[in-house]
């Protein structure tokens, strides 16, 4: 399996389901559409699709966390970015990409268990998240599943 996360060369030869090559592109869509959102508006979005009460702290403190939610935005997309040159000339490393994301999304939420976001009710971009990440599994399963012939 290790072969498969980490193959040499790196190339386009891909044997895994083709349904992962669609979940991956569907990911980066969205992750590309929510990245870009939060540049353009973040701090619309950090109060509706994330449940931040950004109208309760200080301007400062507010301005600081919209600046700190952004400069994430931006790093997911450059994510995805690199996931969607994998999708198009390097899919030997769509498994991996799985990982890259899934590992991204497991990480933030053991940093949020010692830091927690204060969030007012239940925001649609945490359930969207947790969505994209279950999609992020079944991707990687599938990618992991030879299916014959590398294309």
């Not at 569907?26 to 540049?39: A, E, K, P, R």
């Not at 994510?79 to 890259?100: E, H």
């Not at 999609?135 to 012939?149: H, P, Q």
């Amino acid at each position: 399996m290790l072969d498969k996360l980490l193959p040499q060369p790196i190339d386009n030869k891909y044997s895994g389901s083709k349904i992962a090559l669609w979940l991956l592109g569907l990911i980066v869509f969205l992750h590309t559409l929510q990245s870009v959102s939060v540049l353009v508006n973040g701090y619309s979005i950090a109060q509706s699709a994330d449940g931040i009460p950004l109208e309760t702290y200080p301007a400062a403190a507010a301005q600081t966390i919209v600046a700190i939610f952004t400069v994430s935005s931006l790093r997911r997309l450059i994510i995805s970015l690199i996931c969607a040159v994998v999708l198009f000339r390097y899919r030997s490393v769509v498994p991996l990409m799985f990982v890259v994301l899934g590992v991204g999304y497991l990480g933030g939420q053991v940093i949020f268990q010692f830091v927690p976001i204060v969030r007012v009710g239940t925001p649609p971009g945490v359930v969207m998240n947790l969505i994209m990440f279950g999609l992020t599994i079944v991707g990687l399963a599938l990618s992991l599943w030879r299916r014959g012939l590398p294309t």
